[in-house]
């Protein structure tokens, strides 16, 4: 099980195995907020291991038996919560094609920044999720800058995360090093 050493580590029931771990070749940046546009509740952890209280939120009903996971959380303090190991397939991107093969998440690796599409994200999300994804290419090398998306340009016309906020200049320029060597 591969899993970020600094990360707080809860289990998701919301995942499975991979076809194969040698396809791990996508990394999805996603954003989350419950309830929606509001921080630091433990509406997120309660999601994704099936703990979320329907009657805490209005929202929360209407998405009351969703069955989802991201391999890991950036909050926005910067810390970063990882619910299913990278090598195991999380569930996250539904239904999604890239590069004309559909089923992302056979092969991709999710990530979720505590947010929303239009409000900044955090300079400790950025710090964290710089670190994280150089561990993600370091175990996976087969993720190039080429292999990093959002949400949106998996499932383009249902999803809009991460949003018009997320600075992607900002991370892939914060990557620079770690792809020198293409």
């Given at each position: ?19 194969s ?10 954003n989350?907020s419950?309830?929606?546009s ?31 996971s ?27 094609t ?16 505590e947010g929303?599409?239009?409000l ?12 994280v994804s ?49």
């Amino acid at each position: 099980m591969v899993f970020y050493p600094s990360a707080q580590r809860t289990l998701s029931p919301f995942y499975d195995e991979r076809p194969s771990e040698d396809d791990i070749s996508l990394l999805v940046i996603h954003n989350i907020s419950l309830p929606p546009s509001e921080f630091g509740t433990s509406g997120i952890r309660d999601l994704f291991t099936g703990n979320l209280d329907v009657n805490a939120h209005p929202f929360y009903k209407e998405i009351a038996g969703l069955r989802v996971s991201a391999h890991c959380v950036i909050y926005r303090t910067g810390e970063i919560e990882q619910f299913v190991p990278f090598n195991a397939r999380a569930w996250h991107a539904g239904v999604s094609t890239f590069q004309g093969t559909g089923r992302c998440n056979d092969f991709a690796i999710g990530i979720e920044l505590e947010g929303t599409d239009t409000l900044p994200y955090t300079d400790e999300q950025y710090a964290s999720l710089q670190q994280v994804s150089e561990f993600i290419i370091n175990h996976y090398p087969r993720i190039t800058l080429g292999r990093i998306v959002g949400h949106n340009d998996i499932a383009p016309g249902r999803k809009t995360d991460p949003g018009e906020a997320f600075d992607w200049a900002r991370f892939r320029t914060s990557l620079r090093n770690t792809f020198l060597h293409e």
